[in-house]
């Protein structure tokens, strides 16, 4: 949450008792926040302790002081008394052992552990996309090497793709008890990765970009929370020790530190903002890193704009709220980006439904942050609040929360390159290549017919309305996007003849004769009438060698990366997947064939799941055999030609089935005869 009003102390002796009346301190009382206005509403759970943001039932759940309540009826807010109000599941209602490596109650958030472990083990895994780094430690480990954790971050990228990359940044659990915000983010990175090859999006994202999750900001504070505990802070015990310790990290950051209002000085009062700016490690461990990835972009006084051309997002992952937010959080004053900043805010909550707006709520909060990255550096920053309550249930995550905010998480990647630019402009969308040939390809020189909706009204406007504008055109790039130098882009036309619309069909022909065989990536674009390039989306088009029936000019094979050749290069092989949710790719040669028998990979270049074989049966049975064996579920089609005669053997595997063996031994009858 962006602001927890001061509770009062705990007595030491609490921390033996049941997590629920650990959690209940004097001097506060749980309320329903009865509201007309769901902005009102939206504002008080920045500003005030709310257990609950259901907004659809017409109240909001508040833990508060006599200050708080005076201060939600000043809003406009009716106070009713919840004497009833579970805060939080008391350890007897919860499993009697949780999954390994998750918390008890909730299988669907990972450990701190585990969530390490997890990471570490994808970049172990694909060590060309993923890297496990040490980027600070946690306050006590700080105090004793043997306890407290490293805090880490997991950047993927392709290491193999060279040039200056932009960069998002995410970072997740700063406040210890919001247990969803780390399993999004650890979710997010493994989408990609299991995504990359397969997913043209993804593909172009990894090659071209980067992102940084620090997925675990405050781990000692979040190992407390797993205990059932509400606990918001870090765990640094030099404060407030027989009360409710730490520090608010998120009071804690250098820009606006010193502003009057919005946290706290008082050492236990849940938004203590610490004796000085930055005095955390875990504060100081993610704006360092902030400062290595992005260069200050922004002058000194908070009137000065970034650049419009100014490259990177920083998103800060919270709950609850559901709200997507920008600075300023520390005054009612708009930042000198506002416009584009809202713009790029209401493009996120397009995905996941949530309310756009400034990061000020009732109260200021300050030393956020948001405030600081776009602060200090000039970066496109912005809070997510998801869900409506600190411990969400696992239904709730994976039935509502998951899947719209990895949509929204990938748009911000997406824009990283102008993120003050790109969010003003039209989204491709429903983009497809006619022919099969993002499937099984198609023949070069064939010419394929690219489709596409371009669309400038996917915006959130459920607090103001964004302008839109009509589509004036598109183009498309095939291999080199439209970033690089000597990249040369093709118009894209209307449908209907005409861009008269904010959504409009749009086509294009792409011709396919001066392609290379194999794998190409067709890069789509769109601009509105003001000359607002959107978003890239991407869709692979795969091209085969053109068809001479099957007899190349010199009676052989060539070798490509999506080809094998066997027997004096007589037998070509080349593998197609699919997948249950309709993706599909060209499989990739996997080491050096051998005279008989290759592999073939689908994604991870360490994972070999074809074999293929073909076998002189010819004083056996009078045939040449074809033998293959799978690891996989995946659909595939295998071609096996023999070039010599023209004769093409096919072998499928329909998605989400186990594949077989085969045992061909019978496949080419002519590849025994003498040549006449």
């Known amino acids: 949450m962006i ?24 001097g506060v009382r749980v309320v329903r926040a009865y509201f007309d206005d769901r902005l009102i509403a939206a504002r008080a759970v920045m500003s005030l302790e709310a257990l609950e943001s259901d907004y659809e039932k017409g109240y909001i759940v508040l833990r508060a002081t006599d200050e708080d309540i005076e201060t939600a009826r000043r809003a406009g807010m009716r106070i009713v008394e919840d004497h009833d109000h579970v805060v939080v599941p008391r350890p007897s209602e919860l499993p009697a052992a949780a999954p390994r490596g998750t918390i008890a109650g909730f299988p669907c958030y990972r450990t701190v552990e585990e969530t390490y472990a997890s990471a570490r083990a994808l970049a172990d895994r694909h060590p060309t996309l993923a890297a496990w780094r040490r980027v600070g430690r946690s306050w006590k480990r700080t105090r004793d090497e043997s306890d407290g954790y490293d805090l880490m971050v997991l950047r993927l990228t392709n290491s193999a793709t060279s040039g200056a990359k932009p960069r998002l940044l995410i970072t997740t659990a700063l406040h210890a008890r919001e247990y969803a915000t ?248 429903n983009l497809s290549l006619d022919h099969g040939a993002s499937e099984n390809g198609v023949t070069a020189g064939a010419a394929v017919t ?53 959504t409009e069909q749009a086509t294009a022909v792409i011709g396919t004769a001066a392609l290379a065989a194999g794998r190409h990536t067709v890069f789509v674009r769109a601009k509105d009438a003001d000359g607002n390039w959107g978003a890239t989306s991407a869709v692979f088009l795969f091209v085969e060698p053109a068809d001479d029936d099957g007899d ?25 997947w699919q997948a249950e949710d309709g993706r599909t790719g060209a499989a990739r040669a996997a080491g050096s064939a051998t005279e008989d028998s290759g592999l073939f990979r689908f994604s991870d270049p360490d994972n070999w799941e074809v074999l293929i074989k073909v076998l002189d049966g010819c004083a056996v049975n009078g045939h040449v055999w074809v033998y293959g064996a799978s690891t996989t579920d995946l659909g595939y089609l295998i071609r096996v030609t023999d070039t010599a005669t023209g004769a093409r053997k096919e072998y499928r595997n329909e998605p989400g089935v186990p594949a077989p063996a085969i045992t061909d031994a019978t496949a080419f009858p002519d590849a025994c005869r003498p040549a006449a």
């Open 3 to 26: 602001r927890i009003l001061a509770m009062s102390a705990v007595l030491a002796a609490a921390a033996a008792l049941p997590a629920q009346q650990r959690e209940q301190p004097g």
């Open 182 to 429: 780390a399993e999004l983010a650890l979710r997010f990175a493994e989408t990609l990765v299991d995504s990359y090859e397969t997913d043209a999006d993804v593909t172009w994202l990894l090659d071209h970009q980067e992102v940084h999750l620090v997925l675990q900001a405050n781990p000692d504070g979040r190992k407390r929370a797993e205990e059932g505990i509400l606990w918001r802070k870090n765990h640094n015990t030099d404060h407030c020790p027989l009360g409710t310790p730490g520090v608010d990290l998120n009071r804690n950051f250098a820009f606006g530190w010193h502003q009057p209002g919005g946290s706290s000085d008082s050492r236990c009062s849940e938004i203590f903002r610490g004796p000085g700016p930055a005095s955390e490690p875990e504060t100081t461990a993610v704006a360092n890193y902030m400062r290595r990835l992005f260069a200050d972009a922004r002058g000194p006084a908070d009137t000065d704009p970034a650049p419009s051309r100014a490259s990177g997002v920083y998103l800060d992952i919270h709950s609850h709220g559901r709200l997507i937010m920008w600075p300023w959080g520390h005054t009612e004053k708009a930042a000198p980006n506002a416009t584009a900043l809202q713009t790029f805010g209401r493009k996120l909550a397009f995905f996941n439904r949530h309310l756009p707006l400034q990061a000020i709520g009732l109260y200021p909060a300050t030393g956020t942050t948001a405030d600081h990255a776009y602060g200090e550096r000039g970066v496109a920053s912005f809070i997510y609040e998801l869900g409506t309550t600190f411990f969400q249930p696992c239904d709730d995550f994976e039935a509502s929360i998951l899947e719209t905010n990895l949509k929204s998480l990938l748009y911000a990647f997406k824009a990283a390159r102008t993120p003050y630019l790109t969010p003003a402009g039209p989204d491709v969308r």
């Open 450 to 502: 690219l489709s596409a909706t371009f669309d400038d009204t996917r915006y959130r406007n459920s607090n103001g309305l964004e302008p839109t504008q009509t589509i004036a055109g598109g183009e498309f790039h095939v291999d080199v996007p439209h970033w690089d130098a000597g990249a040369d882009g093709r118009a894209i036309s209307a449908a209907d003849g005409s861009f008269d619309s904010g």
């Open 552 to 576: 190349d000019e010199d009676g052989s094979c060539a070798v490509d990366e999506h080809t094998i050749c066997l027997h004096d290069a007589r037998y070509r092989v080349q593998v197609t």
